[in-house]
């Protein structure tokens, strides 16, 4: 039989540990749209009726599929979903950066960012270091019209380098006052890399994160950029532990956390990553 103490005592560390546990506000949590690409591509309207159906609120784009910018944000206001951010391709931001400044102003975008950085064969330093000057010039452009740049993270930028990793020259060459990061976890993960520790290392860089689950038989310590989209599962299943990686993206100030999920069973798996990370506390 427990004493009256030690009941009491349980009790209050229950309490204690219950008042204390963070979680993601709902408004953070959001889905990247690309994870739907095959059903915009046929039916846009109904794929933003089966978004506005998931609960979601906060998007990112990668692209308007054929319609305007103006037509496609008036599709999301329609449904109560708000473009946080969108990706561009890197030769936008080489080329127009005030073209990427226009189109992100009528989606109502916060952020514009850039997911691939074009290279032939292994990335070297001589790509990272002119991708970095074309993210410093595009990311002042970006600044002086309200909008933030990010550079999202893709696995091959981890290639060894000197002490570290090319990815460290990007972080090394960029303005922070310019340039920020989006974590994807699964891309982190992939080349072999600690999540937590590059969150805790560049703390003050990270705005954005994806997160998506990763198969427990799905190979790591490669640099390629490039895995079968069935390695893609729901949040919280799979060999990837979110829970401290939620817990130090909130400390690092990551913003917003955007499910992407690029497997075939997306549509399924999409509301099973949504309770997750509503559930989720650490």
Not at 53 to 64: K, Q, R, Y
Not at 225 to 230: L, N, R
Not at 273 to 281: E, G, M, P, T, V
Request: aromatic share 12%.
């Amino acid at each position: 039989m427990k004493s009256i103490l030690q009941v009491a005592l349980a009790c209050f560390i229950f309490l204690q540990t219950n008042l204390h546990a963070a979680s993601l506000e709902n408004s953070q949590i959001g889905l990247q749209l690309y994870s739907l690409r095959n059903q915009f591509q046929t039916n846009v309207s109904g794929t933003l009726d089966l978004v506005k159906n998931f609960g979601v609120h906060s998007v990112e784009l990668a692209g308007t599929y054929n319609r305007s910018p103006e037509e496609f944000r008036t599709n999301l206001a329609a449904r109560g979903l708000n473009a946080i951010s969108g990706h561009f391709a890197f030769e936008r931001f080489r080329d127009d950066p005030e073209g990427v400044v226009r189109e992100a102003k009528i989606l109502g975008l916060k952020y514009a960012g850039c997911a691939w950085i074009p290279h032939t064969g292994v990335f070297d330093e001589k790509s990272a270091r002119a991708a970095a000057a074309v993210f410093n010039h595009a990311g002042e452009v970006l600044a002086k019209n309200g909008l933030k740049f990010f550079y999202h993270t893709h696995g091959y930028e981890f290639q060894t380098f000197q002490d570290g990793t090319l990815f460290d020259v990007l972080m090394r060459e960029t303005d922070p006052k310019f340039v920020n990061f989006e974590m994807d976890v699964f891309w982190v993960v992939h080349p072999g890399q600690n999540p937590v520790q590059l969150l805790k290392k560049y703390s003050s860089r990270w705005c954005l994160m994806h997160v998506k689950g990763m198969r427990e038989s799905t190979p790591t310590g490669l640099l390629t950029g490039s895995s079968d989209v069935t390695n893609d599962v729901a949040v919280g299943t799979g060999k990837i532990n979110y829970l401290p990686i939620l817990a130090a993206g909130k400390k690092a100030g990551v913003k917003f956390f955007f499910i992407e999920d690029e497997s075939p069973s997306s549509v399924q798996q999409i509301p099973q990553s949504l309770d997750f990370l509503h559930a989720a506390k650490w």
